[in-house]
């Protein structure tokens, strides 16, 4: 037994997301889109314990993700809600909006028919000038990952290694379309 388990403290040291089986959480995070990229960190759970995440690289962690414990069990991650913008447009319209907004690097949840980014004012301006019907509300953010990673646009997978794995580079779907 570590020192950190011995002062009653959670210790984890892997990352990856849920399968189907997983046994129940030995407890929940909710963490925004920012918080969800980690190394190591010290969390707060709902139950009030201490959890100190101490992993070997960063990841980027998804809404059901899990946090595995040093000693065994499971912490399942939460997308908490954030203020967000909803782009809102018809077929066409809607593509124009989106590639402007990656044309900025900005991270953007596709849903159907419209599009969710953090708020900026400036953004929103010019989407709205573009033709979007721009609403604010109150979600948890799951923007598309880039084209050689999940969840940020810097290439980071769940500790897969591409020369270990030569379908590393294939993206694994763990969210629901």
């Known amino acids: ?28 995070v909710e963490l925004g889109y920012e918080a969800r990229y980690l190394r190591r960190r010290s969390l707060d759970l709902a139950d009030g314990r201490s959890l100190l995440v101490d992993l070997p690289e960063p990841v980027s962690l998804r809404d059901g ?21 909803e782009i809102a447009a018809e077929g066409a319209r809607l593509a124009r909006l989106a590639w402007h907004v990656g044309n900025r690097h900005t991270p953007a949840q596709v849903l159907e028919g419209r599009l969710r980014v953090q708020r900026d004012h400036v953004l929103e301006d010019m989407l709205a000038r573009l033709g979007a019907a721009v609403v604010h509300v109150e979600a948890p953010f799951e923007p598309e990952g880039g084209a050689y990673g999940h969840g940020r646009t810097h290439g980071h997978s769940h500790s897969h290694d591409p020369h270990a794995n030569p379908n590393a580079h294939i993206p694994h779907r763990h969210d629901p379309v």
């Open 1 to 28: 037994m570590n020192l950190m388990q011995e002062i009653g403290r959670l210790v984890a040291h892997a990352a990856r997301p849920a399968e189907p089986g997983d046994p129940a959480p030995a407890g929940e």
């Open 65 to 85: 993700d899990r946090l595995v414990l040093a000693g065994g069990g499971q912490i399942a991650v939460r997308a908490a809600p954030e203020p967000l913008a």
